[in-house]
């Protein structure tokens, strides 16, 4: 009999594992690979950024995060420009990302990001979505 469970973390990951063998067996690609790179204070990080090659030559970064005493010091323009760069070495194409309104909205114009959708959550709320061609 089927039943439904909350899944802990080894079937979520079995879970991942049995998208990815299905999207590389319907598209012929395997790029599946995390990269994070970080900014530390001695042996405290205060501010990375992780990000994941997927197929088809994307990349879609997954977090960018600085301390908030730490900003205002370009930590998070070059940890953007360090993914871009690892980006291009890695063949890359598109760099695709989203935000929320309380957090880097303007952040990743500023960086040449294209906001490509976007949706209010509530009022006062929204999510968006960017992309950057290489």
């Known amino acids: 009999m089927l039943v439904i469970k909350e899944l802990d973390g080894s079937y979520r990951r079995s879970l991942e594992d049995y998208l990815e063998a299905y999207d590389t067996k319907k598209t012929n ?33 997954e977090s ?9 010091h370009k930590i998070g323009s070059s940890l953007i420009k360090k ?22 909205k303007d952040f990743y114009l500023k960086l040449g990001y294209e906001l490509i959708s976007s949706y209010e959550i509530k009022e006062g709320f929204s999510e968006y979505f960017f992309l950057k061609r290489l």
């Open 29 to 61: 690609v395997n790029e599946n690979k995390t990269v994070s790179f970080g900014y530390f204070l001695e042996d405290k990080l205060v501010g990375g950024i992780t990000a994941k090659i997927e197929g088809f030559h994307i990349m879609y970064i």
């Open 64 to 72: 960018l995060f600085v301390l908030e005493e730490y900003r205002m």
């Open 83 to 104: 993914m871009e760069e690892y980006a291009k070495f890695e063949g890359m194409l598109i760099i695709r990302l989203d935000t929320f309104s309380w957090q880097a």
